[in-house]
């Protein structure tokens, strides 16, 4: 079956411009994940949804960053007043249920570049 | 909060080598720890996981992780590696604790080169 899709594949913006990223998971998860990777570190937590709600915002770097999520389909991560240091791979991850039992599955990533 | 750490950023070896991928995690409760990892150009997918029971896990692709809860580390190794092994690999750890959520904490990564 079809597995996580994430658009843009590649962004690239100017310092100062909004951008949003689009997250579709797989079909009939109710749990996503928005992960940030920075060149040569690990992935960050950013902000964790269960069904359109997001019990967990606590990786949201600054009052820039917000995300939404539609029913138990796709979720947009939005970055406001876009920085250099916002430069990252954004990758959505989406798992059947809430809880670690269920095995997160990740997109392949927005590659997001600000110039 | 849980913070993760992987020793080698970078492992160059020729097939057939052993691997050894070292974890360590910082954490005082009780945690699931997992190994992803990510072929060039793939996405992140996962390895091997561990809960409770066995502190040997056996994942995919011949890879294992053994969990050491005195050392808090969970290093992944395969005995044999093959060219097709090239590839990021990211331990992440999940506190089980209602208020940590369901997020994943992973650590740096390791880029692995296997020369054929």
């Known amino acids: 079956g079809a597995g996580v899709s994430q658009s843009p594949s590649n962004k690239v913006t100017e310092k100062g411009k909004d951008v949003e990223l689009r997250c579709d998971p797989i079909?009939?998860?109710?749990?996503l994940y928005w992960y940030r990777q920075r060149l040569g570190q690990g992935l960050e937590f950013l902000i964790y949804?269960?069904?359109?709600?997001?019990?967990?915002k606590s990786g949201l770097p600054s009052d820039r960053f917000s995300a939404e999520r539609t029913g138990e389909s796709v979720s947009t991560l939005t970055i406001q007043r876009t920085q250099q240091e916002d430069s990252a791979v954004y990758l959505c991850?989406?798992?059947?249920?809430?809880?670690?039992?269920?095995?997160?599955?990740f997109g392949p990533g927005t590659r997001l570049t600000v110039t | 909060a849980q913070s993760v750490s992987q020793h080698n950023h970078h492992v160059i070896l020729s097939e057939a080598a052993s691997l050894e991928l070292g974890c360590n995690y910082s954490?005082?409760?009780?945690?699931?720890l997992f190994w992803y990892v990510q072929y060039p150009g793939q996405h992140l997918q996962l390895l091997l996981k561990?809960?409770?029971?066995?502190?040997l896990v056996k994942g995919i692709k011949g890879f294992e992780a053994e969990f050491i809860k005195s050392k808090f580390s969970f290093n992944l190794r395969k005995p044999s590696v093959q060219w097709s092994d090239t590839a990021e690999y990211f331990c992440?750890?999940?506190?089980?604790?209602?208020?940590?959520?369901?997020?994943?904490?992973f650590g740096g990564g390791t880029r692995v080169l296997v020369k054929p």
């Open positions: 991850a989406s798992s059947a249920r809430q809880g670690p039992l269920y095995e997160q599955y």
């Open positions: 079909s009939g998860h109710t749990a």
């Open positions: 949804f269960q069904g359109n709600s997001a019990p967990d």
């Open positions: 954490y005082g409760g009780t945690v699931n």
């Open positions: 561990y809960f409770s029971g066995d502190p």
């Open positions: 992440a750890v999940n506190a089980r604790d209602r208020a940590a959520g369901n997020k994943l904490t």
